[in-house]
């Protein structure tokens, strides 16, 4: 029971709130501390914070005050784990408000060793969180200390101007310039949220994606452009016009940029020029084969699934090659996709796979998609693309009242809204 309560947890599934919450007597303190003090998502930084999720937790167990201790404790020593101590921070924010004074104290504690080489910088937005103009203070003599001791490092305004928007009647400005004339470090961070006052870039708007747009992003490696779904807003003349060049090209690095336009707006003419480079030796320092392989996604045909259906089977790994079944699906596919999922429980691999899942059944919508995506959801830790999966699931009418149930507790705010959305249809 707890080896499933914490497979559960570190995927982010509400499962194992299910599981605590329906064993009162089992003592799960140990693991929720695991959780508390490692964020266990896959890409931390999209992903951001599981505070939320994981408070939960500790606001159901038995063993509340144990679990606060032991993290306030870990947020005082850890050094080097970014996102586990940025995940502590906001839970020292929720465990104040619940009235554990020492959560300040605690926080207080670990924003004064930042200073510290061997300790990574956090706490900024949480100790003003819970201290107001007293959190920013500190944040600005700490950050000040690191200004004043490297004059060509600098601090731009936004965090202390996102502060003066929601407490308007607090002048922060005028309360940094008074403290900076007792104190230098305070008075380098004031001077320097000056001189670095942040303004919104403003993105500068494309028309129209034009044959001229995507020639200069060949010719200058602006990837973004060559992958992106406007590429559609081409013409077919446009289109022509660079499948004719992209079939002349000799430099396999400038055809590797074809490619990736090919990725997204499909190729012109015949596949086989494009199966030929798929199916061949990729080229050093390139990733021909792979935007190829991308490319013929688009098309069609018994070679093309012959193709894909032997190097699934064959690989240990097949991310590459899982796209090519967009076009080239058949039922019962669905068998040798699952045989895919079983070959390993290791988030890397589940992650590297779960981008074709997805891409199949988005474009082949078919009930037969249940168990490969109910598998690899029951595997994955990534909560981005698990809001995908159970998309799916729920568009093909094949979500099972199982994993519905979990949806409540889950780690990603949007798949909570999946679950209110369908209850409230229900």
Known sequence: MKRQFFDSLKRGTGEAFLILKANPTIDFSDLIIKGAVTNYSYDNQSEGSRANYIYRFIQRSKQKDKIVEAVLTKLQSEKNDYWGLDQMCDLAVKFYKAGHLGAKTALYSRFEKNSLKEYEFCGQDQLIVIDGINGILKVAEIVGKTLFENPDDYEESWRIDYFQKRHKS???????????????????????????????????KI?????ELIKESIENKRYGFLSSKRNNELTENEVEKIANEFLTEKDNIKKERYLRFFS?????????????????????????????????KHF????????????????????????LLVSNYKKGDYKLLTEVINRSNDYEFIHSIVFGLIEIYQANPTKECQEPLELIYNKMNCGLHRIEIVEILNETNVLSDKIFEELEFDSDDEIRKIYRRKKNGR
Request: charged share 35%; hydrophobic share 30%; proline share 5%.
């Open 264 to 296: 997204s707006r499909k190729f012109p003419f015949d596949y086989k020029p494009i199966f030929q480079i798929a199916s061949g030796k990729n080229p050093k320092k390139t990733r021909l084969v792979e935007y190829a392989i991308e490319s013929l």
């Open 207 to 211: 028309k129209r994606f034009t044959y």
């Open 300 to 323: 069609k045909a018994d070679k093309i699934r012959e193709f894909a259906i032997e190097k699934i089977k064959n690989k240990k790994n097949p991310s590459d090659y899982l796209c």
């Open 170 to 204: 607090i002048d922060i400005y005028a309360e940094l310039k008074k403290a900076s004339t007792k104190n230098k470090y305070i008075k380098a961070y004031y001077d320097s949220i000056l001189k670095n006052k942040w303004i919104l870039p403003r993105r500068r």
